[in-house]
Structure formats: structure tokens, C-alpha cells
């Protein structure tokens, strides 16, 4: 009988280091020699489960042996567990081959060819099988205990970071811990940065970010950067100093309930007021929000002027064959208003640009304009300052208290008063949570009651001015547009009337910005908020 070989073990550290398939591979050919069998070919599988077929070279053994003719007679396996570790799959592999008459055979575990011997089989594979669940429980019952320790085990090393072997001895070698890679985590940070920050006055989006590092030459360990990897990056708390283990199912690739995770503290990459901010911004730009076209159009007011009649958003629609162009109702153009369409008119594109530039640069932005909004903007941060302090007192009261919460669960379970299960880390979990969420609020109190207000003199808002008509004139750069984000929340067209509104802090903190040069050369990002909503420009109708 013409036979094929298959040897496997479950890992590639077991394939360099273990005998095993030397050994299986010796004892399967004695076997057949002294069965009389001729070996035609020998399959090696080097580190791959039997608990599924994601094998290649299980896969093309099994494809060879479905030819016809079929180029051997028989599989030799050392037990059965090296075929399949699942009895549903071992069944329908078994069956599969037999149809073209090839057999399975175990040359420790040998059955007869009949009703019987498909029985015992049956039984080894379900042995096996749950053999298999049992060390699979035991061995995730293992890494969850050495990750609760704050110790690595051994998946693929998360970019920014690389492994570090402590002299502390484990079940397999010394134990580990993940530490900052120099080199990796200087591309996080600016990955961050660009996303915040734009590149020479350009905002980038995700997609952006990525074309950016690979046209400077920057990979992602040898691979080119994808918009995908940039944006799980942007939304990884990992980068906070939060690694988590064992939140994906590794055979699905499903997320586990939170409460199965494992959280541990590492060296953080980014701070939490850069993560925040980008947190922040990626919910702005969300597609149910802000259309992507929106966020990256060079048009200056396309997402966020509006219908001061209906609503609606005002888009750019085009005339003559594209060489007109007007901001117009999308109610008006859809003709989404049941009964009838929008009555608003439409405004020449350049029109309205230029009007809005011109009022910000020449009468909204005007010196002695800015210093009457300082002043008030000081006087209802003074009458804040009680709630300031109230919000703060409480907020740095409750991190005490979930502090003290933390601590005492941990002092329980070291004292064996409680078992840490899976009640117990979601617990932890949602201290940890909630720690996060009031120290982004407190440096938000913070950011506000710090606006530097009182630094700001005469000489610092003529320079604001003068530099803010200049960012505007500029019309190859796209600082325009972007100060134009950060200094108007919103612009509503009446019309003959456009009322534009925003926020003092915003303004502040953008002439605060322009007295340092080099922060000039950056995309703006603060609270958008500078006017009242009752105060309103004049424009003409379109």
C-alpha cells in the first residue's frame, strides 16, 4: 500500500526546540516498513492547532489526496489527535477521504474498518477533543493570572512598544514585560500630532496621516501604513498606559463581555489631554456627523453654514457648467420640505466667502473689538471663579474616594478575603473607568479657569489681528479655513441677513496661540465658541 505521512505539532516554538516530529515521523516509517507499506510522501506541519483546518499543509494533503486517481491509499498518523482535535471535523475529513478511498490510520490508536471501529474512533476524537478545552482553560486560567501581575504573554507585541525579559522565572522561560520602543513610539506620537495638528497648515484625516507617513518613507514595521491600523491606533487606549489581554476570541475574533478582560497598567505613550483631544475630534468627524467630503474640501464654509430659514445645511451647487458657483439650501435642492421648498436664495460662493473673511478680519476682529470681549470674557470668568472652585473640590473628592475603593479591593484579595473573579476586575474596571473620565474633566476646569486672560495686552491683540487678516488673504494655504473652524461654531444665512456665532474662551485661547510664532505654524484646535448668538452682520442677498 502506496501511504502519505502527516506529522504536527501545535506551536513553531515546539517545531525548533521539541523532538516531537523527529520521533512521530521515525515511528510512522518503522510502522509502515514493517507493514510492508511504501511512504510516497511525508507532510510536516511546524505550530498549528487541530482544533480547526487553518493548517496548509493539512489543507493541501487533503487536497492532493481528493485527485483522482488519488496518489496514495492511506494517511499514516502517530494518534489520532495529530489528524483532528474536534470531533465533528475529524468525522467529516475521515468521511471526505473515503469517498475517494483513501483511510485515516492512527499507528498507536488502531481500530477495525468497520461499525465498531468508526465507534472507538468517535470516542478517541471526543476524548480528545475535550482533552484539548480542558489544557485550553488551564493554559487562559494561566495567562489571566500573569497578566492580573502586569506580565506579557508572548502574543504579537502591540507597534510603539517591544518586550522586555525580566529575571523572574515562569512555567516557560522568564516572564515578561512590554516596554516604550524609542524608535515606534516617536511615529505614535506623531501620529497623534498630525492628526491634531495637520501638517504645513494642512488638516489630515485618517487617510491622510497615512499617505503622509508613507510618502516620507516611514513603515509600519516593514509594511506600508493602512487607513485602518492608523484609526484603531487613534481609538487604542493602549497608547494611555492601558494594556488589555484577553478581550478578542481567538478562533472568532469576536470581542468578549468586558467583563473577561484583563487590564494592566504599562508606560503610557501619549498624555491623557492629547488622547482626549483626539477623542474629542474624532467624534466631530464622525460620518453620521460630518461628511468626510466636509472635513477634507478646501471650500471655506462647506459643514457649518446654514438655512437661517429652514435649517437645513447650505451646500455648493454649481451653474453654467460649473463656472458658477452658490451656496444653497440642501432643502431647497432635495426639495425635502413637505408642501413646498425652501424660499431662501441662493448666495454666490465667493460672495459669502468673502464677506464672512472680511467681517471677522475687519469688524468682528478689530482691536478695539477684541479688547471689549476680553473684558467681558474676564469678568464672567471672576463670577465663575466659586463654581470653579465647588466642581473641582468635588471632582478631586470623588478620586479620592474611588482611590480608597481601588485599594481596598486589591488589600482584600491579597489578604484572601476576596476572590478575584470576574464581579471583582469589572469592578476594578469601572474605578478605572470612571478615574479617567474625571481627570479629563478636571483638566478641562482646568484648561478653562487658566485661559490666559490677564497676560494678554494691547501689543498681543494688534498682532492677533494683524496676522488673522493675513491668514485670511492667504488663500493657497488652508489656515484659513481651519481658524475659521476654531473662531465660528456656526454661520446661518437669512437672506439678506448672516449671523455668525462662537465662543470667547475659543478666542482667547487663539490669541493666546498667536503670540507664540512657531504654534502659527499649526492647525488651531480649542472649544469653538467666541460671539453672542444675538449678534449679526449685515450681508447682502444672493
Known sequence: MIVALYARVSTTKQAEKDLSIPDQLQQMREWCKSKGHNVAVEYVEPGASATDDRRPVFKQMISEAS???????AIIIHSLS??????????????????V???VISITQQTSDDSAGEMARSIFSLFDEYQSKENGKHTLRAMKENARKGFFNGSKIPYGFRKMELEIQGNKGNKKRLEIDPAESAIVNMIFQLYLNGYQGRALGIKGIAANL?????TMR??????TFIQNMLNNRLYLGEYTFNKIEAKTRRVKPESEWITFQIEPIITPETFAHVKQRLAERLPDKVPPRIVNTPTLLTGFVKCGLCGANMTIATGKSGRYRYYKCSNK?????????????????????SLVLETISNKVFTPKRLEIMLKELRQNLNHSDTDYDEKLRKLNK???????????LYEAVEKEFLPLDATLQERVHKHHARRQEILTEIAGLRRKKELPVSKLGKKNIIAFSLALKDIFRDKGSNFGKEYLKLLVSEIRVDKKEVRLSGSYSAMASALHMSTKREHLERVPSFDPVWLPSTDSNRGPSG
Open 67 to 73: 485527485n483522482n486517481p488519488s496518489p496514495f491509499d
Open 82 to 99: 495529530r489528524f483532528f482535535r474536534d470531533l465533528f471535523q475529524f468525522t467529516f475529513y475521515e468521511r471526505q477521504l473515503k469517498k
Open 101 to 103: 478511498g483513501v483511510q
Open 214 to 218: 508613507n510618502e516620507h518613507g516611514l
Open 222 to 227: 516593514g509594511k506600508s501604513w493602512k487607513r
Open 333 to 353: 435642492i432635495n426639495n425635502l420640505v413637505k408642501g413646498s421648498c425652501c424660499s431662501n436664495n441662493n448666495i454666490p460662493m465667493e460672495k459669502l466667502d
Open 398 to 408: 470623588e478620586l479620592d474616594a474611588i482611590k480608597q475603593q481601588t485599594d481596598r
